[in-house]
């Protein structure tokens, strides 16, 4: 359904930094740079079929985060999850929500994690249990 999802940085640098840090934990190898025509830095990962990437906006004004949004990462256990968690936040992120572990609703037992990126996007980490 998706192609990619790309979010905006006011910290190139740093963001690249972050994304290395806890893209890592799932398996992904660091993000590959690259320069747009204009001049603008991005950064690309590509893990299980799935690409994620980050940007300086190219119309220059500054990167800003979307109320209600929230970018889902899947994860292969609870250990994981917690291993994305904990290095997004050694790495400058902060836990939001509850602590990483199961929650049991409608959708079954799902283990999740949420973390606010170094720009202010919401992370999840995401395992179905069962």
């Keep these: 359904m998706f192609s990619h999802v790309m979010v905006g940085t006011n910290d190139f640098d740093r963001a690249k930094a972050f994304y290395d840090a806890v893209l890592a934990t799932l398996g992904a190898g660091p993000g590959n740079i690259n320069e747009a025509s ?3 830095k991005r950064a ?3 893990h299980n079929g799935g690409i994620f990437a980050i940007s300086q906006p190219i119309n220059d004004e500054p990167a800003a985060c979307a109320n209600g949004a929230t970018i889902g990462f ?3 256990s609870l250990e994981q999850v917690q291993a994305f968690h904990d290095a997004a936040v050694a790495a400058g992120g902060k836990s939001i929500e509850d602590p990483p572990g199961p929650r049991t609703g409608a959708m079954g037992t799902l283990n999740l ?3 606010l990126d170094l720009d202010g996007h919401k992370l999840c980490m995401l395992h ?3």
Excluded: I, N, Q, S
């Design 38 to 40: 204009t001049g603008h």
């Design 44 to 46: 690309f990962w590509f």
């Design 74 to 76: 899947a994860c292969d």
């Design 113 to 115: 994690g949420y973390v």
């Design 128 to 130: 179905r249990a069962g």
